[in-house]
T-cell receptor, first 115, second 113 residues
Framework: GAGVSQTPSNKVTEKGKYVELRCDPI?????LYWYRQSLGQGPEFLIY????????DSGLPNDRFFAVRPEGSVSTLKIQRTERGDSAVYLC?????????????FGPGTRLTVL | DAKTTQPPSMDCAEGRAANLPCNHS???????VYWYRQIHSQGPQYIIH???NNETNEMASLIITEDRKSSTLILPHATLRDTAVYYC??????????????FGQGTILTVHP
């Protein structure tokens, strides 16, 4: 079946601009996570959704970052007034839990470059 | 969630077993050990997880020491496609961490012909 998809795959923007990154999780997965991965580092947690609500946004670096999931499926990560330090790969994952199974399925990521 | 420590890099010959160690000496009784890997330019991929018993699936085996302070991921017959960064993560899946994954630096496994 279809996995997690993210669009766009690449986004180049200028400092100060606004960007939106989209995540389509696996159908039926109620839990959704956003992570950010800088070059040479492991992914870092940003925010977690259970259904429509953000249950944990402790990883968002500052108030320029915001994410929504209005219908409990697709999620959008929004970054205002982008800075060069925001350049990274933004990863989305949806989670499946059943019995002993507890797995996060990751999308391919969106590579954001802020010039 | 407990901190994990892994060697930064390892090499393995194609067709041989790759044994990737992970130290998690501060792991608590309700924390699972998870392994994910990330092939270049892709998102991380789940491999296997366990609590205290050894586990095996179609991808790998996970050996957890009796005191649970360390574990080893075993890829029994490594192929070139197994070249990736391997992450060992200790997580309390049902706690207030909400299942979020805390990735360290991982081990870069290079499988060579």
């Amino acid at each position: 079946g279809a996995g997690v998809s993210q669009t766009p795959s690449n986004k180049v923007t200028e400092k100060g601009k606004y960007v939106e990154l989209r995540c389509d999780p696996i159908s039926g997965h109620t839990a959704l996570y956003w992570y950010r991965q800088s070059l040479g580092q492991g992914p870092e947690f940003l925010i977690y959704f259970q259904g429509t609500g953000a249950a944990d946004d402790s990883g968002l670096p500052n108030d320029r970052f915001f994410a929504v999931r209005p219908e409990g499926s697709v999620s959008t990560l929004k970054i205002q007034r982008t800075e060069r330090g925001d350049s990274a790969v933004y990863l989305c994952a949806s989670r499946y839990t059943a019995g002993r199974t507890d797995t996060q399925y990751f999308g391919p990521g969106t590579r954001l470059t802020v010039l | 969630d407990a901190k994990t420590t892994q060697p930064p890099s390892m090499d393995c010959a194609e067709g041989r077993a790759a044994n990737l160690p992970c130290n998690h000496s501060t792991i608590s009784g309700n924390e699972y050990v998870y392994w994910y890997r990330q092939i270049h330019s892709q998102g991380p991929q789940y491999i296997i997880h366990g609590l205290k018993n050894n586990e095996t699936n179609e991808m790998a085996s996970l050996i957890i020491t009796e005191d649970r302070k360390s574990s080893t991921l075993i890829l029994p017959h490594a192929t070139l496609r197994d070249t990736a960064v391997y992450y060992c993560i200790a997580i309390n899946a049902g706690g207030t961490s909400y299942g979020k994954l805390t990735f360290g630096q991982g081990t870069i496994l290079t499988v060579h012909p």
